[in-house]
Nanobody
Framework: QVQLVESGGGLVQTGGSLRLSCAAS????????MGWFRQAPGKEREFVAA????????YYANSVKGRFTISRDNAKNTGYLQMNSLKPEDTAVYYC???????????????WGQGTQVSVSS
């Protein structure tokens, strides 16, 4: 079992930056791939980024590639999403997710956080 708690959301202007954090419970955090998804009002939840348990492999949605960076600190049981050059279309609730399969994480992760709101004003 993994429990995930996000933090770091907020309101920022276009072009600004935010860093989201995802604190995980459990002593086997490094055995789980983790990722970020987002859901904008009236839209389906979409994949944003993923990172393997070791941190050596990352994967990004095309819409955020070059602007967002996913990372993790296994010693702190925490994952991060650094978001730069934010745009109004990045406005959404951002969810942290985890799974012991990197492939499954990107489509149907087994564990979810409660979400944190990110709002980008124009």
């Amino acid at each position: 079992q993994v429990q995930l708690v996000e933090s770091g959301g907020g309101l920022v202007q276009t072009g600004g930056s935010l860093r989201l954090s995802c604190a995980a419970s459990g002593r086997t955090f490094s055995s789980y791939a983790m990722g970020w998804f987002r859901q904008a009002p009236g839209k389906e939840r979409e994949f944003v980024a993923a990172i393997s348990g070791s941190g050596l492999t990352t994967y990004y949605a095309n819409s955020v590639k070059g602007r967002f960076t996913i990372s993790r600190d296994n010693a702190k049981n925490t994952g991060y999403l650094q978001m730069n050059s934010l745009k109004p279309e990045d406005t959404a609730v951002y969810y942290c997710a985890a799974d012991n399969s990197f492939q499954r994480l990107r489509s149907a992760p087994g564990y979810w956080g409660q979400g944190t709101q990110v709002s980008v004003s124009s």
